[in-house]
């Protein structure tokens, strides 16, 4: 119990692991059982050679510190090269449209069994063209939440300066634009990996005073700026397939977020009220917290706030990410696909084996019912898996209420180890 490996019955996890590839769910317990079974047992027999033997477990500059700053290195690894391997796709796409453009391809008569398909598309791009968003309208609504950005954060957060929300906000449309189109490519939104770049950035040239809060309300204000950027686009290229007015698209989304503005904060207070949120050793660790404040603190102390060897450890496992990435894409699908993903291996890193666990549970009710009817298993994986992360997820609301309320369940049942 003490290594979290242990199956906790969360049907969360359970039906994630089902919807999930079984490369993601192996790719998370074998950074489990590499990070709790093999690595922290051995560093933590060197404490008082690593790390003083008097600090405490939640120290960055003990066993944590390992644990926190090894999954960041490869989270960054891996985000770092997804995010050079969009931006080369997107520029060879751009260089290869340019290219186009005199081309003699451009002459080709369309076959006539593309007819059918080539009056569909016209259709949609008449519905899409005639309820079109105007231009000015899109500046003019920029500009007025860029005004209001500008003089609501420093207000609420003083570390970071008005100047810097001016530059995020300058930076921002052409990021969107990359993230955008890199999603459109490739599938994968990296508004995470643009945001830890702001994080550094102005954790850096804010200061060891304020740079912690102000890397992460960059990192924030970045990442929702470059997000909504690449959703928007999905949206619309929805909307575009159905036939839907791009204004009644944008409408809902205006609707969907002004409601998201209030209920979000609201469900935060509660999740927060009735649960122990943030601690390592309970339910609701909030990893990514913790993750995200210590890259603010490498942003302003610089390697100093690592214990000792954590630096080697981490470049070398940011090698690993980046040399895991280059085999998949570089080997045959037959032996690459059978290398683990470095962002589901880091995972665990921090938070534990026991999701993970619960995750391959679900992986394997999904492999035995494929040998025993894999057409069925097909149509009702999704289905089932479902219904276990709703039925799980509507729960939580009752179940805060209960805590908020201070009942406690009547029955509780614990393993424990024989002795």
């Known amino acids: 119990m003490g290594y979290r490996f242990y199956f906790d019955f969360s049907m969360t996890y359970v039906g994630a692991g089902m919807i999930c590839s079984h490369l993601v769910n192996l790719s998370l317990l074998f950074g489990a059982i590499l990070s709790w079974g093999i690595m922290w047992p051995l560093i933590?027999?060197?404490?008082g050679e690593w790390f003083p033997a008097t600090l405490k477990d939640n120290s960055m500059q003990g066993l944590n510190g390992y644990k926190v700053f090894i999954c960041i290195a490869l989270i960054l690894g891996d985000g770092l090269y997804n995010f050079v391997k969009i931006l080369f796709f997107t520029?060879?796409?751009?260089h290869s449209r340019l290219s186009k453009t005199n081309s003699i391809s451009t002459l080709v008569e369309v076959p006539e069994d593309s007819t059918k398909e080539s009056d569909n598309l016209k259709r949609e791009n008449e519905v899409f063209v005639r309820e079109s968003i105007p231009l000015w309208m899109a500046c003019v609504g920029y500009l007025f939440f860029?005004?209001?950005?500008?003089?609501?954060?420093?207000?609420?957060?003083p570390q970071l300066k008005w100047y810097f929300v001016l530059v995020a906000y300058l930076l921002a449309p052409s990021l969107s634009f990359c993230n955008a189109y890199g999603a459109g490519l490739t599938d994968m939104n990296m508004a995470y990996n643009y945001g830890k770049a702001a994080l550094f950035v102005m954790a850096a040239l804010a200061g060891k005073n304020d740079g912690v809060v102000a890397g992460m309300v960059a990192c924030g204000l970045i990442k929702s700026i470059v997000s909504v950027s690449a959703d928007l686009?999905?949206?619309?290229?929805?909307?575009?397939?159905?036939?839907?007015?791009?204004?009644?698209?944008?409408?809902a989304q205006?609707?969907?977020?002004?409601?998201?503005?209030?209920?979000?904060?609201?469900?935060?207070?509660?999740f927060y009220k009735a649960f122990d949120v943030g601690n390592q050793n309970g339910e609701y660790k909030a990893p990514y917290a913790m993750i995200y404040r210590n890259m603010a603190i490498i942003g302003v102390q610089g390697p100093s706030a690592l214990p000792k060897h954590c630096l080697e450890l981490c470049y070398g496992f940011f090698a690993f990410a980046v040399a895991a990435n280059l085999a998949r894409d570089l080997l045959p699908d037959k032996p690459g696909k059978w290398i683990p993903?470095?962002?589901?291996?880091?995972?665990?890193f921090l938070v534990g084996g026991s999701f993970a666990i619960d995750m391959c549970i679900g992986s394997l009710v999904v492999y035995v019912w494929k040998k025993v009817n894999r057409k069925k298993a097909d149509v009702m994986v999704p289905a089932v898996a479902s219904g276990l992360i709703c039925g799980d997820g509507l729960w939580i609301l009752p179940s805060s209420l209960l805590a908020l309320a201070k009942?406690?369940?009547p029955i509780c049942m614990n393993f424990t180890a024989a002795h």
Do not use: E, N, W, Y
């Open 341 to 348: 993903l470095p962002m589901a291996m880091a995972v665990p």
């Open 44 to 47: 933590a027999r060197l404490k």
């Open 407 to 409: 009942v406690r369940p």
């Open 146 to 157: 860029s005004l209001v950005s500008i003089i609501a954060i420093p207000l609420m957060f």
């Open 254 to 270: 205006a609707i969907g977020t002004a409601i998201g503005c209030v209920v979000a904060p609201l469900t935060f207070f509660l």
């Open 91 to 94: 520029g060879r796409s751009f």
């Open 233 to 251: 686009m999905h949206d619309f290229k929805t909307g575009h397939l159905t036939q839907t007015s791009p204004r009644s698209m944008l409408v």
